[in-house]
């Protein structure tokens, strides 16, 4: 099963820019479906944006589109999401996702990484 280990989260005043980023462990990156979760203190964990196999048709939650880049690099074998014009409503902790394509749901999942935004 794919390993996956997130990192990049930290404080960043509204307006700003960060860049997380989830190393997968697997030999098999490329028939994977990678996601990124988030979930707020008191809130159910919502999935932010993903990306298939290919790169393209990439989702995106409408509270983030427009301001949230999601990619994949094959030969690092890692999902960046670049969050630009950050909330305060976008603290939460980020969680890297993966299954298999043809699978129906996440299977794998990072351990997370906190990012605050202060207003």
């Known amino acids: 099963q794919v390993q996956l280990a997130e990192s990049g989260g930290g404080l960043v005043q509204a307006g700003g820019s960060l860049r997380i980023s989830c190393t997968a462990s697997?030999?098999?990156?490329?028939?994977?479906?990678f996601g990124w979760f988030r979930q707020a203190p008191g809130k159910e964990r919502e999935l932010v944006a993903s990306?298939?196999?290919?790169?393209?048709?990439?989702y995106y939650a409408d509270s983030v589109k427009g301001r949230f880049t999601i990619s994949r690099d094959t030969a690092k074998k890692t999902v960046d999401l670049q969050m630009n014009k950050l909330k305060p409503e976008d603290t939460a902790v980020y969680y890297c996702?993966?299954?298999?394509?043809?699978?129906?749901?996440?299977?794998?999942w990072g351990q997370g990484t906190q990012v605050t935004v202060s207003s």
């Open positions: 996702a993966a299954h298999l394509v043809g699978e129906p749901f996440f299977e794998a």
């Open positions: 697997t030999r098999s990156f490329s028939q994977h479906v």
């Open positions: 990306i298939p196999l290919s790169g393209a048709s990439t």
